[in-house]
């Protein structure tokens, strides 16, 4: 069964727009880890967040924002006044604390920003 | 920074040949991951490695071989390469189970013909 789900493949906005990811995973474990990583045309994938989930604490890093919500199983990543830079794949990923070395990866939302 | 380097951006194979795609990471992690990416299916885990000489399955170990002689290098070898082996191969790092956030190198776009 897939553990992260991002319903989202492909979203197109305008520069300066903000564009919300959306990220569903499941889980029985308490302790379990969310992660967010960027891959962009380079083809590198980059790590941006990694939050726990003990903490459902909202963050703020620049112009970037995640909304963790235990209720719903979601963590959600919110790219404000988005910029040509921000076109990339987006992957979500959920780490279990029964097997904590792996990371599950959610199929990616393409994100394209036009000037 | 963490860097994870990858032996080869692009290589192209021909079938039944064996291949070996090397890692090598510069951080002293103790976890190296090997994935392969396509097209709507995500990453998906071939095998990874939490120690020397240690190694265990992913999701899809089938056509794939691993070995890790040394901490900081991690090969994935194909036995005899298919053409659905076609892929994206990402290879990762991470410093322990406490701190598990991954580290990618570029990849490597293996194409068998």
């Known amino acids: 069964a897939q553990k992260v789900t991002q319903a989202q493949t492909e979203i197109s906005v305008v520069e300066k727009e903000d564009v919300t990811l959306d990220c569903v995973y499941e889980?029985?474990?308490?302790?379990?880890?969310l992660f967010w990583y960027k891959q962009p045309p380079s083809g590198e994938l980059v790590f941006l967040i990694r939050?726990?989930?003990?903490?459902?604490q909202n963050e703020i890093s620049g112009r970037y924002s995640w909304n963790f919500q235990k209720s719903t199983s979601s963590f959600n990543f919110t790219i404000t006044a988005s910029q040509v830079v921000d076109s990339a794949v987006y992957f979500c990923?959920?780490?279990?604390?029964?097997?904590?070395?792996?990371?599950?990866f959610g199929a990616g939302t393409t994100v394209t920003v036009r000037a | 920074d963490v860097k994870v380097t990858q032996s080869s951006r692009y290589l192209v194979k021909r079938t039944g040949e064996k291949v070996f795609l090397e890692c090598v990471q510069d951080?002293?992690?103790?976890?190296m991951f090997w994935y392969r990416q396509d097209p709507g299916l995500g990453l998906r885990l071939i095998y990874f490695?939490?120690?020397?000489?240690?190694?265990e399955k992913g999701d899809i170990p089938e056509g794939y071989s691993v070995s890790r002689e040394k901490k900081e290098r991690f090969s994935l070898i194909l036995e005899s390469a298919s053409t659905n082996q076609t892929s994206m191969y990402l290879c990762?790092?991470?410093?322990?189970?406490?701190?598990?956030?991954?580290?990618f190198g570029p990849g490597t776009r293996l194409t068998v013909t």
């Open positions: 951080m002293d992690h103790e976890n």
């Open positions: 889980t029985r474990d308490t302790t379990y880890y």
């Open positions: 939050r726990n989930s003990f903490d459902e």
């Open positions: 490695s939490y120690d020397v000489k240690m190694k």
């Open positions: 990762a790092s991470s410093r322990d189970r406490e701190i598990n956030e991954q580290y």
């Open positions: 990923a959920l780490s279990e604390a029964e097997d904590d070395y792996k990371l599950s």
